[in-house]
């Protein structure tokens, strides 16, 4: 008889799982984190088509699809890079053998491309300022980062840095999730944005805000557009217009934006009479109350306030000196008794209604028949406890 062959010990047998798990593993350290910039809009390199866009973690470019004749599936071959991750679902696959990869080392990666903050943390961002750290092992803290200036959208930065930085607008663009919601694509793009600035676990410290900028050109009918300046205010009264009406906000049917910026304003006018018969009163623009006074109240997110004219001529002494002037002062005009004269009228103007948040929009800029003037005046105003119970009427 022949002698029966040793059974070969179980134990030293690597199980089918350890098999698949260490095949699948197999080129996650070609992954180069700092080649990943998340912050572009998700197009093809190739094709610029945004279906079925998967970013190369070697060299971070985006590809279209994984099938045999994707370019992803060529470039895999080509450059000899085989980890991609889906920009939509965050699943990463290996190529060309088209095989799924679920690792715990690439959450940081699908973290940074999708960042999202419980609400227990959104309720700790104003309490815990904490430092963290990119990739580089630099210092940054969340929410108080860069944003990128691409070409000429400062003036686009400078909102949404400031609606990133206010509790109410914060916290509902962070927690709420539009995508599910099919909300247009400028609110999903805000949100990602606002998500990123406050992101604790970033891979730099700046953000670049490039996909917000390319839908803000397409909603806007490429009025406000990345290569070319604008003014701030007309962007921001734009902008705020355009989300209340994405997020579903009517005349009679608020949003979170009118909510915390709509204010009501009071103003009343009186006609002047013919200029031959131009009365003492109006001379010394008063009001009279033997005459009509129009009353409307309208509604505003931001007060305009004149600053005072800048003297034209001024000596040596005074060329280096800047003027300056208190925010109260310029804040009169909305006092109820300070009477303007505009478009052949006399104008009073009283706040019916405060907003949660009041915008201030300081006009700064005339133009004349050659060019746009800036008035350099300085306003001097409270960081704390701005007093408007002059302006409120009510």
């Given at each position: 008889m022949e002698p029966e062959a040793k059974r070969p010990r179980l134990e030293n047998q690597p199980s089918k799982k350890?098999?698949?798990?260490?095949?699948?593993?197999?080129?996650?350290?070609t992954i180069n984190r700092h080649m990943l910039d998340f912050d572009f809009e998700k197009v093809c390199s190739v094709s610029l088509s945004q279906i079925n866009v998967y970013a190369c973690l070697v060299c971070g470019k985006y590809y279209q699809g994984r099938g045999k004749s994707s370019h992803a599936y060529f470039h895999s071959i080509d450059k000899d890079h085989h980890v991609f991750i889906n920009l939509s679902t965050l699943k990463v696959y290996v190529l060309p053998d088209g095989y799924e990869v679920d690792s715990p080392s690439l959450n940081d990666i699908k973290y940074v491309l999708n960042p999202r903050l419980t609400p227990?943390?959104?309720?700790?961002?104003?309490?815990?300022?904490?430092?963290?750290?990119?990739l580089n092992n630099k210092k940054y803290l969340p929410g108080f980062v860069g944003l990128n200036n691409v070409k000429a959208n400062d003036y686009v930065n400078v909102i949404i840095q400031s609606l990133a930085h206010i509790p109410p607008i914060r916290d509902y663009f962070i927690l709420e999730d539009f995508e599910k919601k099919g909300s247009s694509q400028l609110v999903c793009r805000l949100s990602a944005l606002i998500r990123k600035i406050w992101n604790p676990k970033a891979f730099k410290g700046q953000v670049s805000p490039h996909e917000l900028l390319q839908e803000i050109s397409n909603a806007s009918n490429k009025r406000f557009k990345l290569t070319e300046q604008s003014n701030a205010i007309?962007?921001?009264?734009?902008?705020?217009?355009?989300?209340?009406r994405d997020l579903g906000g009517k005349k009679k049917k608020s949003s979170v934006i009118y909510k915390q910026f709509q204010g009501e304003v009071q103003v009343e006018s009186q006609d002047f009479g013919p200029s031959h018969e131009t009365t003492e009163k109006e001379a010394l623009l008063l009001f009279d109350d033997d005459k009509e006074i129009k009353t409307v109240r309208s509604p505003f997110l931001f007060l305009a306030l004149d600053l005072p004219l800048a003297p034209l001529y001024q000596d040596e002494k005074e060329r280096d000196i800047v003027p300056q002037v208190p925010l109260t002062t310029i804040l009169a005009k909305f006092d109820g008794k300070k009477?303007?004269?505009?478009?052949?009228?006399?104008?009073?103007?009283?706040?019916?209604?405060?907003?949660?948040?009041?915008?201030?929009?300081?006009?700064?800029?005339?133009?004349?028949?050659?060019?746009?003037?800036?008035?350099?005046?300085?306003v001097n105003f409270p960081i704390k406890n701005v007093d408007m119970s002059n302006c409120k009427s009510i």
């Open positions: 350890g098999e698949e798990k260490t095949s699948t593993d197999l080129y996650l350290d227990e943390q959104v309720k700790e961002l104003d309490k815990n300022l904490k430092t963290s750290y990119d007309d962007f921001l009264s734009w902008f705020l217009n355009t989300l209340h009477v303007q004269e505009s478009a052949n009228q006399m104008k009073r103007y009283s706040i019916t209604q405060l907003p949660e948040y009041l915008i201030f929009h300081i006009k700064r800029f005339n133009k004349n028949s050659w060019t746009h003037e800036k008035n350099p005046t300085i």
